[in-house]
């Protein structure tokens, strides 16, 4: 049978309660107490039960990670990025709990007794009111993904116009002028920014924006393959299509494919998140990387150093995105452009 803190405190002649504080470090127990604690603990081969020790120090050991929602709109790949960065971070006795806001329909359910910090990916404004309620209950928030105004929290995320308009240009100076948008899913702050990149791109070199090249889109792999479909019957067809993320560069690969359009000979196809299959597609498809495991595991350490420090320090972090030029741009024609 396993030891417990009872015959610690019988061996020690102390109360259970001393016993308790000395094993968490309390500043009540003076340091040769503690020692003397500590040793007879180490004697006896002492494993914290975690449970009991969460009632003493009013912790849960749980670490929330809420997406605005699970069920539309986030690929597997940005799902499993974003769980991976994390799980690198998180190690006993923390356990990781993944939900969506919109599996609560009401957010007063949320306490500290439930969760010791929050990270949020965050894809939408509408998660205003989960900020705002995770700020009154005073629970450690790191916010992921979403510009935040006010900056009144950890703010970490990539600068998606920044990566959008670095493609778009790439593109153009290719010598493509007839480039189309398949948007990300509609109201999420991703998609608006990259449809402004590559509106800035367009205009940088004085191309119209044209309405009819920007078409709607989800982040799935089906959106993707609607939107190429509404492009190619289009009589004055793009030369060039950038998808606002590779899922549904997936789909446009398809559906060029199966009217005979080969890539990026006909027609050339960009993506932006840089995922794990993208570099796999044929032809390889050409992205902006954006590190969603890098973000969610800076987010992760920055949440258990305000856990550790019982204080939080508000911050904005970006973190860059990158070109990655494969092979389904080319330059119009066939020719390799500037």
């Not at 002492?46 to 009991?52: F, G, I, L």
């Given at each position: ?15 259970h ?27 006896l081969n ?7 020790k969460?009632?003493?120090?009013d ?7 809420f ?15 974003t ?22 329909a ?25 900020i ?14 979403r ?83 509404r ?6 067809r ?9 899922d ?6 398809k ?5 005979g ?9 960009a ?6 299959f ?33 204080r ?27």
């Open positions: 049978m396993s030891a417990t803190i009872k015959d610690i405190a019988r061996l020690a002649n102390v109360s309660t001393t016993v308790s504080r000395a094993l968490n470090d309390s500043p009540l127990i003076n340091k040769e107490t503690k020692e003397r604690i500590k040793e007879i603990a180490r004697r002492y494993s914290p039960n975690v449970s009991a969460s009632l003493v120090l912790r849960s050991y749980n670490i929330g990670l997406f605005s929602t699970l069920r539309a709109g986030t690929s597997s790949t940005f799902f499993y990025e769980v991976k960065g994390i799980n690198r971070v998180i190690s006993h006795p923390y356990n990781l709990v993944v939900k969506g806001i919109d599996d609560y009401d957010l007063k359910l949320i306490t500290r007794k439930s969760f010791d910090g929050v990270i949020l990916m965050s894809q939408s404004a509408d998660d205003r009111e989960f705002e309620t995770m700020l009154e209950k005073e629970i450690p928030l790191i916010v992921l993904n510009r935040v105004e006010p900056a009144n929290v950890v703010n970490i995320l990539a600068d998606d116009e920044l990566g959008a308009f670095n493609i778009v240009d790439y593109i153009v100076r290719l010598g493509h002028r007839n480039i189309a948008l398949i948007e990300g899913k509609r109201g999420f702050q991703s998609s608006l920014r990259r449809k402004a990149g590559y509106e800035r791109a367009l205009k940088l070199h004085g191309i119209a924006v044209r309405e009819e090249y920007c078409v709607p889109g989800s982040y799935d792999v089906e959106s993707g393959y609607r939107g190429m479909k492009l190619l019957k289009l009589a004055d793009p030369t060039a299509v950038f998808c606002s993320n590779d549904m560069a997936v789909g446009a690969l559906a060029c494919s199966e009217v359009l080969k890539v990026p000979e006909h027609i050339s196809i993506g932006f998140d840089d995922n794990h993208s570099a796999y597609l044929t032809p390889a498809l050409t992205t902006v990387k954006r590190p969603i495991e890098q973000i969610s595991r800076f987010g992760a350490e920055r949440l258990f150093d305000a856990i550790g420090q019982g939080m320090q508000p911050e904005t972090i970006y973190v860059e995105t990158e070109l990655v030029i494969r092979e389904s741009v080319q330059a119009p024609g066939g020719g390799r452009g500037e």
